[in-house]
């Protein structure tokens, strides 16, 4: 699974360039960090720092890209946007997970030791090992109980399960709490990362080592309208944008 390789990962330079993309093709790349080369501080001026984007669910639907303070959604759940914590990067501080109704038992020292941010260049959220081994431990019993097979692992991705001939597919809900009491309850396209039939795997991988960054990606903000406001330094989440 090339694209969710650390090659592959969001490099988060603020220039827009060129560059290799994961199928080894040229691919454009847009910078939307809070870098002085980055469009949004660029062109300030004119969209006041917002901006918001949508990634759809599958190829078959359209997302979005929108500038300006017109454009956040009415129902964003906001979080602070922690700018202490780097010049460039959209950190955001991540609070809990839920599992179902279950909040998992993750000292909240887990997440705020390196910190969390929202990078739209990564594939797959990296989460602290050991709030990941607790987000695998309660989705891997709540799939047993719905009667899912097991599936060989996929690269980075260690908890896979075979759908073959299921043609509906229920889910635990899982949801990313942070300050301010925004959540993501993550869309069933971003909690299984089905690369066939037989092999669809639980979205997320851990870290090394849990004093490194963790990263929420792009596949856990689909259908999500994602608001970023410079000015007033919060991030939001708009369930079922696209």
């Known amino acids: 699974m ?7 990962r ?17 691919a454009g790349l847009l ?3 809070r870098g002085t080369t980055s469009l949004p501080v660029q ?9 918001e984007h949508c990634l759809p669910a599958s190829y078959t639907r359209t997302g979005y890209l929108d500038f300006g303070p017109d454009s956040p959604a009415a129902n964003a ?15 955001v501080g991540m609070t809990g997970i839920r599992v179902g109704r279950q909040l998992l038992p993750i000292p909240p020292s887990v997440f705020s030791t390196a910190g969390t941010l929202v990078d739209s260049g990564t594939v797959i959220t990296r989460l602290p090992p050991t709030a990941y081994s607790a987000l ?34 229920a889910l635990p809900r899982v949801s990313l709490l942070f300050l301010g009491g925004a959540c993501l309850d993550v869309d069933a396209s971003g909690i299984l990362y089905v690369a066939s039939p037989s092999q669809a795997c639980l979205g997320f991988a851990a870290n090394e080592d849990d004093g490194d960054v963790g990263i929420i990606g792009n596949t856990q903000l689909k259908t999500y309208g994602v608001l970023y406001d410079i000015g007033k330094r919060v991030v939001g989440f708009s369930p079922g944008a696209c």
């Open 77 to 91: 759940r906001l979080t602070p946007m922690l700018t202490e914590n780097g010049p460039t990067f959209y950190y």
């Open 43 to 51: 062109t300030y001026d004119r969209y006041g720092g917002v901006f």
């Open 2 to 8: 090339t694209c969710a390789s650390n090659a592959c």
């Open 31 to 33: 910078g939307l960090g």
């Open 136 to 169: 695998r431990s309660a989705f891997t019993k709540d799939m047993a109980a719905l009667g899912y097979k097991k599936a060989p692992a996929l690269s980075i991705l260690d908890t896979c399960y075979d759908l073959t001939g299921r043609r509906e597919v």
């Open 10 to 26: 969001g490099s988060g330079s603020d220039a827009a360039r060129i560059t290799e993309g994961c199928s080894g093709r040229a």
